[in-house]
C-alpha cells in the first residue's frame, strides 16, 4: 500500500531534478552570453549531465503517474471492500478507470445463463451511465479476448492488421481499445472493454497493467456481491416460502398441531384453537398430555403408538365435552412428522370439528322423518322461494282415535310416550309409500302423494300408506296394555292445491294450501274407528284396483253437498 511519505519523497525528487535540469541549462546560456568557450569535454559534460537529467525525470514523472495509479488502485480496493451493491461499485470503479486511462468509454460484459456476452456497467469519460444505443463497440476483439483469454491493445484499430476489414471497427470508427478478459476462479466469465474512438495511441502498456489489476479486484467484488445477492435471494425465498407457508397453514379449515419428539407442541393455527377453544398461549409449549387427554384419554397412548410405529392412525372420532365448548364431536387423524432425512421428529395431529356435520345429520335424519328422502334430494336451498304453485295431490290425514279422553287419565311423560309411537308408525308406513309429511296437529298427521315429485300412482301410493298405518297400528295394540291400544281414522282425497313455501324468510313451513285438503280433513273426521275413507274422485282414479264399497254420503262441514265417500277394505286380489 502506497503511504504519503513515499508520495512527499517522489514529488521532492521530481522537483529536485527539474531544479537541477533548469540550473544546466541556465549556466550553458549564461557562459554563451558572455562570450566563453567551455572546452569540449566540459560542453559534453553538460549535455549529457542534461539528457541524464531528462531521463531522470522522466522516470521520476512515470513512477509519480505509477504512484497515482497506485494509490486509485488502493482506493478501488477500499470501495470493493465497502459495498455488497454490486452496480454501485462497478459504477465506482469503472469512473475511476476511464479517468486514470484516458479513455473515452468503459463497459463490463458479463456472460448470462446462455453464454450471450451482456453488459452490466457502460460509462462515459463525464461519469455518465451510457445507454443502450451508444454501445457501438468492437464485438471482434471481445470475442478474440474471450477465446484467447489474453488481453487485447491496439494503439489503432484502423490500422492494426489483425482488424483489417472488419465490419464493426470499420462502422464506428473504433481506434485505440484495450480489452482485458475477466476471470472469477480462472474461468473466463466476461471482459473489460476500454476505448477512446478520437485519438490513437492513448493506451500503453501500463494501462493495460492497470485494468488487469482493476479486473481482478473487481472478480472480488462480483464473487462476494453475487454470493451476497444469491443469499439475499434465497432469505427472500425463504421469507416468502415462510410466510406462504404461514398463510396456508392459517387458512386451513382442519386444526393442526405438531409437536417434538419429546411432545412438545411446537406449532398449532387457527383452526386448532378455535376447535380445542383455547388461545395459542395455552397450547404452543405445552405437552400434548396437557391438551389431548381431554379429547380422549386414550389419545397419548396412540400418539406413542404412531411414533414407534412409524405409521397413520386415521379416522379416530370422539364425542367430547370440552371445558372451553362444551359437547363437541372431533376427528382426528395422527401422522408421523418426519425431517428431510426422513426421520420421525414428532407427531402431526389434524383435528376436524365434527359437531356442526353432526347437528345437521341429525336433523336431516328428523326432516327425513317428515318428508321422503326423494323429496330432499329435490329441494334447492339456493333456489327456495317463498309462494307456489297449483298442482293435483292425493292428501292423507289419518288420526288417533279417542287419544284425546285417554290424555285426560295419565300423566304428560307417558302420553307423549305413547303418541309419538302411533305417530312413528304412521310416519314409517306414508314414507315407505315416498309421501311427504305435511305436519302434526296434536294426535293427527297430515301427508300428500304426487309431490314435488309425481307420481303416477299417487293414489294407489296413498291407499298402500293407509294400509300400513291400520297393520301398523294393530301390531301396536298386541304390544302395549290395554288402556294403550288406540285405533286409527283416516280419510284420502284428490283434488288441486297450492303447494310451495309458505310464511317468511325467518320460518318458513312447505304445505299445500286449497280446498282439496279441507275435503280429505273433513272426511277423516266422519271416519270411524280402524275405518279407511277415500273421496269419489279416489275412487275413480284406482277403479278395479282396490276393494271398496260405497259408504253413507257424509254431510261435511262448509260443503253445499254431501261428499260421496267409499270405504277401503284392502288392494284388489290380483
Given at each position: 500500500m502506497v503511504d504519503d511519505s513515499t508520495t512527499i519523497i517522489i514529488l521532492g525528487l521530481s522537483q529536485q531534478v527539474s531544479r537541477a535540469n533548469l540550473l544546466a541549462q541556465t549556466i550553458?546560456?549564461?557562459?554563451?552570453?558572455?562570450?566563453?568557450?567551455?572546452?569540449?569535454?566540459?560542453?559534453?559534460?553538460?549535455?549529457?549531465?542534461?539528457?541524464?537529467?531528462?531521463?531522470?525525470?522522466?522516470?521520476?514523472?512515470?513512477?509519480?503517474?505509477?504512484?497515482?495509479s497506485m494509490r486509485e488502485l488502493a482506493n478501488i480496493g477500499k470501495v470493493v471492500n465497502s459495498s455488497l451493491e454490486l452496480r454501485e461499485v462497478l459504477e465506482i470503479v469503472m469512473d475511476t478507470i476511464v479517468r486514470l486511462t484516458g479513455a473515452e468509454r468503459g463497459f463490463l460484459m458479463l456472460r448470462d445463463d446462455n453464454g450471450e456476452m451482456v453488459t452490466q456497467i457502460?460509462?462515459?469519460?463525464?461519469?455518465?451511465?451510457?445507454?443502450?444505443?451508444?454501445?457501438?463497440?468492437?464485438?471482434?476483439?471481445?470475442?478474440?479476448?474471450?477465446?484467447?483469454?489474453?488481453p487485447v491493445i491496439t494503439t489503432n484499430a484502423q490500422e492494426d492488421p489483425r482488424f483489417l476489414g472488419h465490419e464493426s471497427i470499420i462502422a464506428y470508427s473504433l481506434r485505440s481499445i484495450l480489452c482485458v478478459p475477466f476471470k472469477v476462479k480462472g474461468n473466463i466469465t466476461g471482459v473489460i472493454y476500454t476505448d477512446n474512438r478520437m485519438r490513437t495511441g492513448q493506451f500503453t502498456d501500463a494501462e493495460r497493467a492497470l485494468i488487469v489489476t482493476f479486473s481482478d479486484q473487481a472478480a472480488v467484488a462480483i464473487e462476494n456481491a453475487r454470493l451476497f445477492d444469491s443469499v439475499r435471494r434465497t432469505l427472500a425465498e425463504v421469507t416468502e416460502l415462510k410466510n406462504l407457508m404461514d398463510n396456508v397453514f392459517a387458512s386451513i379449515a382442519s386444526g393442526v398441531i405438531t409437536s417434538d419428539i419429546a411432545d412438545k407442541i411446537m406449532l398449532c393455527n387457527r383452526s386448532a384453537e378455535l376447535i380445542l377453544g383455547r388461545h395459542s398461549n395455552e397450547i404452543l409449549g405445552h405437552g400434548l398430555g396437557e391438551i389431548l387427554p381431554e379429547i380422549g384419554p386414550d389419545l397419548p397412548n396412540l400418539i406413542e403408538e404412531v411414533r414407534q410405529s412409524d405409521r397413520h392412525i386415521v379416522g379416530l372420532e370422539y364425542e367430547s365435552s370440552l371445558h372451553q365448548r362444551g359437547a363437541v364431536t372431533l376427528s382426528l387423524n395422527l401422522s408421523p412428522l418426519k425431517d428431510a432425512s426422513q426421520i420421525t421428529q414428532g407427531v402431526a395431529i389434524v383435528l376436524d370439528d365434527l359437531t356442526e356435520k353432526k347437528r345437521l345429520e341429525a336433523q336431516r335424519r328428523l326432516f327425513e322423518r317428515m318428508v321422503s328422502p326423494a323429496v330432499i334430494e329435490q329441494l334447492d336451498p339456493d333456489k327456495l322461494q317463498l309462494g307456489g304453485k297449483r298442482v293435483g295431490i292425493t292428501t292423507l290425514f289419518a288420526d288417533i282415535r279417542g287419544f284425546t279422553s285417554y290424555s285426560e287419565n295419565v300423566d304428560p311423560e307417558t302420553l307423549v310416550a305413547v303418541l309419538n309411537r302411533y305417530l312413528a308408525a304412521s310416519v314409517d308406513a306414508i314414507l315407505a309409500e315416498q309421501g311427504t309429511i305435511d305436519k302434526f296437529m296434536g294426535d293427527a298427521v297430515m301427508a300428500w302423494f304426487n309431490a314435488p315429485i309425481p307420481q303416477e300412482d299417487h293414489a294407489l301410493r296413498a291407499i298402500r300408506a293407509a294400509l300400513g298405518i291400520r297393520?301398523?297400528?294393530?301390531?301396536?295394540?298386541?304390544?302395549?296394555?290395554?288402556?294403550?291400544?288406540?285405533?286409527?281414522?283416516?280419510?284420502?282425497?284428490?283434488?288441486?292445491?297450492?303447494?310451495?313455501?309458505?310464511?317468511?324468510?325467518?320460518?318458513?313451513?312447505?304445505?299445500?294450501?286449497?280446498?282439496?285438503?279441507?275435503?280429505?280433513?273433513?272426511?277423516?273426521?266422519?271416519?270411524?274407528?280402524?275405518?279407511?275413507?277415500?273421496?269419489?274422485?279416489?275412487?275413480r282414479l284406482l277403479g278395479n284396483m282396490i276393494q271398496a264399497k260405497p259408504v253413507t254420503p257424509i254431510?261435511?262441514?262448509?260443503?253445499?253437498?254431501?261428499?260421496e265417500v267409499y270405504e277401503v277394505m284392502g288392494l284388489a286380489i290380483a
Open positions: 550553458k546560456e549564461e557562459l554563451e552570453h558572455d562570450g566563453v568557450e567551455l572546452p569540449m569535454r566540459v560542453t559534453q559534460c553538460l549535455t549529457q549531465l542534461r539528457g541524464s537529467l531528462a531521463r531522470l525525470e522522466k522516470q521520476v514523472k512515470r513512477h509519480d503517474e505509477d504512484l497515482t457502460a460509462r462515459n469519460w463525464e461519469q455518465e451511465s451510457l445507454d443502450a444505443s451508444e454501445f457501438a463497440i468492437s464485438r471482434t476483439v471481445i470475442n478474440r479476448v474471450m477465446s484467447d483469454g489474453q297393520d301398523a297400528a294393530e301390531k301396536l295394540r298386541s304390544e302395549l296394555p290395554l288402556d294403550m291400544q288406540r285405533y286409527f281414522g283416516v280419510g284420502i282425497h284428490y283434488g288441486e292445491v297450492v303447494l310451495g313455501l309458505i310464511g317468511t324468510e325467518a320460518r318458513l313451513e312447505y304445505t299445500a294450501i286449497g280446498d282439496s285438503v279441507n275435503t280429505a280433513k273433513r272426511i277423516q273426521e266422519n271416519a270411524k274407528t280402524g275405518q279407511i275413507l277415500i273421496s269419489a274422485e279416489v275412487y254431510v261435511a262441514k262448509g260443503k253445499r253437498l254431501p261428499l
